[in-house]
């Protein structure tokens, strides 16, 4: 059974039995305007959006249409100009620094489209950079990095400098450094749109599996129609509007769409 059965298999027990999936994250009114010349850029207007524990949602959109801004607004990367985001039903604009860094930190882990791994550091040592941010030694945090590089299949390169590493296995490393610190939700910025099909497919593939051996919420930013269609839910955001996407992006309906280059038609 594929991850996206089992999710909603599991969904369906929990309906039947009459409980509600906790939300994990949420928007609530989000807005952001930025300041251009004349007149305000409306770049999210009024979005609203809740992700159960281990759903996993894709947000599919038009280059500058805004997901990227979303994502940073859900990971507090960045604040909204009006709204609210809720972590486990609690505003993170409440959060004090000290708070948000432990947010940052621990509960989102946060893959974007280009890797931004330090070239002349090893692939262990790039996936332990957020371990030694939050205090740990550098042993103990080198240990657990070879533990998630070996997850993602990376094992015999943990100790080759990410400059040495093809596209597709410095997107693993950037994934794996994304969940070494034990998060509870993903978000994913277009993760696989600077490869190639067949890397575009096994990252994406990794990320399915990942999410489901580890109970993850994830949010994941595509062009691709094929590998969206692979999620629980898939949402359309244009001219700053969230809306959940049409039938024809659902339950997998366009897995045969997918071209070179890691977009869809």
């Not at 533990?147 to 490393?173: F, T």
């Not at 969230?242 to 992006?249: F, I, M, Q």
Request: hydrophobic content about 45%; aromatic content about 4%.
């Amino acid at each position: 059974m594929d991850s996206t059965a089992t999710t909603r298999q599991e969904a369906a027990q929990r309906g039947r039995a009459g409980v509600s999936p906790r939300v994990v994250l949420e928007a609530r009114s989000l807005r952001k305007v930025y300041a251009v010349a004349a007149q305000p850029l409306t770049v999210l207007a009024d979005i609203n959006l809740s992700l159960a524990e281990a759903e996993i949602v894709a947000i599919v959109a038009p280059s500058g249409a805004g997901k990227s801004t979303l994502l940073h607004l859900l990971a507090a990367l960045d604040t909204p100009t009006t709204g609210t985001v809720y972590f486990d039903a609690k505003p993170i604009e409440a959060m004090d620094d000290a708070a948000l860094a432990n947010f940052r930190n621990r509960a989102v882990g946060f893959v974007w489209q280009r890797h931004h791994l330090l070239p002349d550091f090893s692939a262990a040592e790039n996936v332990a950079l957020p371990l030694l941010v939050r205090g740990e030694r550098l042993d103990a945090a080198l240990r657990q990095a070879h533990q998630w590089l070996a997850e993602v299949g990376l094992s015999p390169r943990a100790d080759h400098r990410a400059g040495e590493l093809s596209g597709g296995e410095q997107q693993r490393v950037a994934i794996a450094r994304a969940l070494v610190t034990g998060p509870s939700v993903l978000l994913a910025d277009e993760p696989t749109g600077d490869l190639d099909e067949q890397n575009a497919v096994a990252v994406f593939e990794l990320i399915e599996r990942l999410h489901r051996a580890h109970r993850l919420t994830s949010l994941i930013a595509t062009h691709n129609l094929a590998l969206a269609a692979r999620c629980d839910r898939v949402m359309s955001l244009e001219h700053g509007v969230l809306r959940p996407a049409g039938p024809a992006l659902q339950g997998g309906a366009v897995r045969s769409r997918i071209i070179p280059g890691g977009e869809a038609s």
